[in-house]
């Protein structure tokens, strides 16, 4: 059960989700999800940047932080370089970008397009995206959640299509 203020953390977050799956098309059930997850329920969210994007270039600041990467089936600290971004719905945006454009989701990307699938899209993006082994599952618990499912639909019926 989420706490108060992470449910308004959560609906804050559902809605820039839902504004982002109307003008890509990325299903706001994986963006909030990650956000859930990478961002600890949007406690975590240093220079604007709830996903854990790495520094790209172009990009709007670079920050060093601390991140845990399974290496070897070992969870190891690294200090790695993040992108910042000037708002959150600029990082939603990135966020976005990444997985409709970007090289290494293309083939997910357009399977997901055909079929609608989201538990297969996230299954083939989360090993892709991230490093722990867990990381797909852990994204289809979160979006399990009655929390996360009445969010979502909120944000859905205020947010024309």
Same mark, same amino acid.
């Given at each position: 059960?989420?706490?108060?203020?992470?449910?308004?953390?959560?609906?804050?977050?559902?809605?820039?989700?839902?504004?982002?799956?109307?003008?890509?098309?990325?299903?706001?059930?994986?963006?909030?999800?990650?956000?859930?997850?990478?961002?600890?329920?949007?406690?975590?969210?240093?220079?604007?940047?709830? #996903?854990?994007?790495?520094?790209?270039?172009?990009?709007?600041?670079?920050?060093?932080?601390?991140?845990?990467?399974?290496?070897?089936?070992?969870?190891?600290?690294?200090?790695?370089? #993040?992108?910042?971004?000037?708002?959150?719905?600029?990082?939603?945006?990135?966020?976005?970008?990444? #997985?409709?454009?970007?090289?290494?989701?293309?083939?997910?990307?357009?399977?997901?397009?055909?079929?609608?699938?989201?538990?297969? #899209?996230?299954?083939?993006?989360?090993?892709?995206?991230?490093?722990?082994?867990?990381?797909?599952?852990?994204?289809?618990?979160?979006?399990?959640?009655?929390?996360?499912?009445?969010?979502?639909?909120?944000?859905?019926?205020?947010?024309?299509?």
């Amino acid at each position: 059960m989420l706490s108060p203020d992470q449910n308004q953390r959560l609906k804050s977050a559902a809605q820039s989700a839902v504004a982002c799956e109307r003008a890509t098309d990325l299903p706001a059930e994986l963006t909030v999800a990650q956000w859930a997850l990478e961002s600890n329920w949007g406690t975590h969210q240093p220079g604007n940047n709830c #996903f854990g994007i790495k520094a790209y270039e172009g990009c709007y600041g670079v920050q060093l932080l601390q991140s845990t990467e399974v290496i070897n089936g070992v969870r190891t600290p690294v200090i790695e370089k #993040f992108a910042t971004f000037p708002t959150l719905d600029a990082c939603f945006a990135k966020h976005a970008n990444l #997985f409709t454009t970007g090289k290494p989701y293309a083939q997910a990307w357009a399977a997901y397009r055909l079929s609608h699938d989201l538990h297969t #899209f996230i299954c083939e993006i989360a090993h892709v995206y991230a490093t722990d082994p867990n990381y797909a599952n852990i994204l289809l618990q979160i979006l399990a959640m009655p929390e996360v499912k009445m969010a979502l639909a909120a944000a859905r019926a205020t947010i024309p299509a």
